[in-house]
């Protein structure tokens, strides 16, 4: 993590200037602020929190989001499912494939993003829905909502592995009757 404390919006510790820098001229006097996610080196997730003393200074922390990413990437669900996030517009921000990240992925169009982010908008949304993954095959999919950072948590699973033990335990009781 890297830190910068400025008294002002001006000179930070490395010498620029960041006083059109959002973590500057968005903080609010003791209410933490949260960056969109960036991305270091082109796959490793990043965003910063800044917080404003009431003497108008703010400091400023650069918070790497690889532990984040390492737990959501690596939740199995079955033998395909699997988890990722996405930011308040959508852009895939953590995901196992980091080419999906690597490319600037947006899913916003998927009916359970579009659903999160509206819901996020005062609409209404289901947790668990069916939905679509990026290649068009039917997923089940839970949601849960970050709204302090504007996130979207999506864990998702194929239809057929989903409902697979329905379909085994419908087979069985027509074999039966």
């Not at 668990?128 to 504007?150: E, F, M, N, Y």
Request: proline share 7%.
């Amino acid at each position: 993590h890297r830190w910068h404390c400025a008294e002002s919006p001006g000179k930070g510790v490395a010498g620029n200037d960041r006083s059109g820098d959002p973590v500057f001229l968005k903080p609010k006097v003791d209410q933490l602020y949260f960056s969109p996610v960036f991305f270091v080196n082109e796959s490793e997730p990043h965003m910063r929190m800044a917080l404003r003393a009431g003497s108008g200074g703010v400091v400023v922390a650069d918070i790497t989001l690889k532990l984040i990413r390492d737990v959501v990437s690596g939740i199995k669900v079955g033998k395909a499912g699997l988890a990722y996030a996405v930011d308040s517009e959508g852009n895939l921000i953590i995901h196992p494939d980091p080419t999906l990240l690597l490319n600037r992925t947006n899913l916003a169009s998927l009916p359970q993003v579009k659903a999160a982010l509206g819901a996020a908008g005062g609409g209404k949304s289901k947790e668990i829905t069916v939905g679509r993954d990026p290649s068009g095959g039917k997923v089940l999919t839970a949601t849960q909502s970050i709204p302090s950072l504007g996130w979207h948590v999506f864990v998702e699973q194929p239809l057929g592995e989903a409902f697979a033990p329905l379909y085994s335990s419908i087979l069985r009781t027509v074999i039966l009757l």
